[in-house]
């Protein structure tokens, strides 16, 4: 349990070294608190011992643990006020008019990027729970078939596909059979995760050239539960001097992969509207020193993610209100 002092020391070198990436000392923290710095020196010392700050090699000065800052993020309230630039550059995004979704979410990316001087990215919202009432597969030609699949919701998609291989009438009828019993009322995540499971054994045993519908049905569903991203600032992260090391960026420039973005996301994100993970409870690969603060939206377009990338020391409770007032703008927008 920290004194109320301890708190607004460590609050004080949390929130200065996110804004200089130089380490504070006890110096510069009497300059601004109140209190002796035999004091000020004594309560570091409880905060170093408790695993919240900890020495540099460079200097006397402390730097900020990531059990300090998951501190300073669940336990230390305090609200950033947006600048008068911020409103301006969150304004500019309802002064545009777009032709497309996709450029409306760039916009609300590159201005979150800029704002924040991370990676920002935002998942395009999906309904996460759109099922299956009919899925079928008509014989056109001998090396022709046509996938009809129909959601629930009355949504139809229907696909043209050019076999290499000839496919019969019973082939066709033994699929619909299988297709009838194992994806109606299903969701499109939980089908495409059958196609590799029963129904591929089942079809092996039951069709002739089996594997050429599995790959049909694979390709229908994955086009239909892909996820769509908006990127804002994408190489911000290669800019900051917290990460130095040529293979590390190298890491970083793979992570910026559309696929491997949503990836992360997906994997990191949690129940809650909004997730904070800070260095070693990020999972992604050997890089410690990134951030993620992400947050779930909701339109009647469905739930999509807004996503913020950054260093540890990044100034989260300025990117969680940004995030808030992006959050917001889609809601609103996204009709």
Do not use: W
């Amino acid at each position: 349990m920290l004194l109320e002092r301890q708190i607004l020391i460590l609050k004080t070198i949390v929130e200065n070294f996110i804004n200089t990436n130089q380490p504070v000392g006890s110096k510069f923290i009497s300059q601004n608190i109140n209190f002796s710095s035999s004091t000020i020196r004594n309560d570091m010392s409880k905060l170093e011992k408790e695993g919240l700050i900890m020495k540099t090699h460079t200097s006397s000065g402390r730097v900020p643990s990531e059990k300090g800052y998951r501190y300073y993020i669940d336990c230390i309230k305090s609200d950033y006020k947006l600048t008068k630039d911020d409103n301006k550059k969150l304004q500019s995004i309802s002064n545009e008019s777009y032709n497309s979704e996709g450029k409306f979410l760039e916009k609300n990316a590159i201005v979150l990027s800029d704002l924040t001087d991370c990676t920002a990215v935002i998942l395009a919202p999906t309904k996460v729970d759109n099922r299956i009432n009919k899925i079928e597969v008509i014989l056109l030609s001998s090396r022709s078939i046509l996938v009809i699949l129909i959601t629930t919701t009355g949504e139809v998609y229907q696909q043209n596909y050019k076999l290499d291989s000839d496919f019969s009438e019973e082939d066709v009828i033994e699929v619909n059979k299988i297709l009838k019993t194992y994806f109606y009322d299903v969701d499109m995540a939980t089908a495409h995760i059958l196609i590799h499971g029963e129904l591929e054994k089942y079809l092996k045993d039951k069709v002739n050239n089996y594997d050429v519908i599995v790959v049909v049905l694979n390709r229908l569903l994955q086009n239909k539960i892909k996820k769509t991203i908006a990127l804002g600032g994408k190489y911000n992260l290669l800019k900051q001097t917290d990460i130095n090391d040529l293979d590390k960026l190298k890491e970083i420039v793979t992570l910026l992969e559309d696929e491997n973005i949503i990836n992360l996301i997906d994997e990191n994100s949690s129940d809650d509207e909004t997730s904070i993970k800070i260095g070693n409870e990020l999972s992604f690969g050997s890089i410690k020193e990134l951030s993620l603060v992400s947050s779930k939206y909701s339109t009647d377009k469905g739930e999509g993610v807004i996503a913020v990338f950054g260093p540890k020391r990044m100034n989260y409770k300025k990117v969680m209100a940004l995030i808030t007032c992006v959050k917001d703008n889609l809601n609103n927008n996204l009709k």
